[in-house]
Every structure is written in structure tokens, then in C-alpha cells.
């Protein structure tokens, strides 16, 4: 998914609110798109547009009614306008499940060949409840779904074409879960408080081809890499849990931590290893606690961590990449800190250019 949209796309963004973390991150994804020359609409109302503080001759409003409530009355009126401005509008990105919800309403009577894809940010903390008729709608009319969480992304990847973490505009630690037992406290706690090298395993237990490579990278540790100790530590929820339990009754340096405790694990670790789907933590939050990082995923998820990251997608390159890491305390400390200052200094430019090559990608899958 390396490719980008198109410079003479145009790209509309529906939003019904103006302050919300949801809200403050479209602002930066449509003043990075007007940077990059892309004719880019708003469809809101006009304190909401006003809120954006973005002022270019390639940015239009169009005004619609909307509101944040699920009960927004005015609903009907709004689905309508987007639906007379579809045809001139190449893809659409709904800020807000009940901008989603109108976005796929708008989408009501338009031939199919008409149809925009429609990127949906959603969130868990709007009303849920009318949750079973917006999440239909939604799931109906969206070619892709960001969820602020992975509940949101579980609700309907199976639904969508793609179903993915949203990445959010945050500052500082604004948002970013906080360890709450001390690195040297947590090592105690997972009987590695003895020199050896602890692996934080964060990924979901469920069965995936990433998870798989994971796991037969780290059974081969014993016969590799058997002049190290070591203490891998799953702490992901899913369906194959019971079986790393297993695997940790077999192998006495796999243990298996509850998933409250992922971001105590990964802060007490030397190396995380991390996919596109963990329990508790994305992306950013690992990039934040600084340190050194394997990523198993495609090349779109890789280039979220940057290059201070491992990209890894076999047993055999994840072994090598533990062997690299465990040999080489200046790496580790060095790509820790860059992914750290990565995630602290906002990464807004690569915000705005996997979007523009995730709507590219959802073109060609509405094609």
C-alpha cells in the first residue's frame, strides 16, 4: 500500500464537532493535505469549519447542519447535501461515527459507480445508544474504519475491508498510558531481575500468521541464542492465550502476564516485539516508552515506527533481529530514544501520508 493519492484527488472531510481529539487530529490532517496541494472540502457547520483555523485558496466549506448527537434531527438534511456533492468528490473521510453515519447515508440513491470511498475515524466514547442502527450504517457504507481503540476495530473488521487503529494528534503524555509499577519492580515480578534479557510480547493472542512467526522465533531462542538468558513475555488477549500458557509450562523462559500489565512489561523490557494488532497498547504508545522495537506487519505499519525500528516478518529475521539487539546495548538505547522523540515530536507528516495512501488504497478496492 505504498502508493499515494493522487495530487488531483479531491477529498472531502466530515465533521460534526469541534473539540475532541478526533476533531484536533482532522484539523492537522487537512492543513498537511492543503500543504501537499490537494483541493480538499469541509462538510460541517460553520463554527465547527471556523474551529479548523484553515485558511488556503484550495480549501472549500460546505454547510451542513450536523451534530454530534446520534438524536441530530437535522440528520436527513445533511445526508442529503453530501449526496448532490458525491459526484464531484473522489473520496470522503467522516471524523466521528455520526459523521460516518451520515457520510454512508449520503451515499442513499447515487449509482454505485458514483460512489467515493468513505474513510471512517470512530470513536468509543460517542452515545451508544443507537450503536446497533449507526454501527450498521457505518459497517454498510465504509470502505475503511479507524478505531480510537481496538474494541472499535474489533466491532467491525469483520464488516469492512480494513479495519485499523486510528492515529491521533497527542502531545507529551496526553493520552499515553502510564507504567505504574517501576521498571525494576516489574523485572522482580517476572523472576528476570537476575541480568537476563526480557522480550515484551504485547501482540494479541490470537492466531495470525504474526503471532505464529513470534512464537517459533522464540522457541528457537533455547537452541540459537542458548548462551543468553532470556524472559519473553506475552501479555496480548485472544482465542490462543491458553496455548502460550502452554508454551510457557514447556519453555521455563516464556511467561504469560495479564493484559493490564502490558505497559508495565514493555517498560521493564530491553526489546518489544509489535504488530499491527496488541491488547492495551498501538503504536505510539510503545514508540513512547522508548524502547528498542521489532515490528512484524507490512511495509505501511513499518514505516509508522520509523527507521530506528527492526522490521522482521519471519521466524528467522525476528531471530536475527533479537540477536542483534541482545548483542548491542548503544542500538537498543539509541533506537529506543529515537522512536521515543519520534512519537513526543507528533509525527504529523507521517500522519498525513499514510492516510493519503490509505485512500489510495481504498479507491482501488471501491473500484
Known sequence: ????????????????????????????????QLERGYRVAVASRAEVFQALSAQHPQLRHIDIPARPSAFDLSAGTSAFRLHKIYRHIDVVHAHGRHAAVLAGLGLTGLPTRMHPPIIATVGRDEDDSLFGAQHSIVARTATAVLGTTERVVADYEDDVAVAERAQLVRTDDQGFPRPNVSAKKMRRRLSADDGRMVIAVPIEAKDTVELTEVVEAIVALDKTQSDRRWRVV??????????????????????????????????????????????????????????????????????????????????????????????????????????????????????????????????????
Open 234 to 367: 506475552f501479555t496480548g488477549r485472544g482465542g490462543v492465550r491458553s496455548h502460550l500458557e502452554k508454551l510457557s509450562h514447556a519453555l521455563d523462559y516464556v511467561t504469560v502476564a495479564a493484559p493490564s500489565d502490558a505497559v508495565n512489561v514493555v517498560n521493564a523490557a530491553d526489546i518489544v516485539i509489535a504488530s499491527a494488532r496488541m491488547t492495551g497498547l498501538d503504536s505510539d504508545d510503545v514508540m513512547n516508552v522508548g524502547k528498542a522495537t521489532i515490528v512484524v506487519g507490512n511495509e505501511r505499519l513499518a514505516r509508522a515506527y520509523g527507521p530506528h525500528a527492526t522490521v522482521a516478518n519471519t521466524a528467522d529475521e525476528i531471530g536475527q533481529a533479537i540477536a542483534s539487539y541482545a548483542g548491542s546495548p548503544a542500538d537498543r538505547i539509541s533506537d529506543g530514544f529515537a522512536l521515543r522523540k519520534r512519537v513526543r515530536s507528533g509525527n504529523r507528516d507521517h500522519l498525513v501520508e499514510t492516510l493519503l495512501e490509505l485512500y489510495a488504497y481504498a479507491e482501488t478496492l471501491n473500484a
Open 1 to 32: 500500500m505504498s502508493d499515494t493519492l493522487a495530487p488531483q484527488k479531491r477529498i472531502l472531510h466530515v465533521l460534526t464537532e469541534a473539540s475532541s481529539p478526533i476533531a484536533d487530529t482532522a484539523a492537522t490532517i487537512i492543513a498537511g
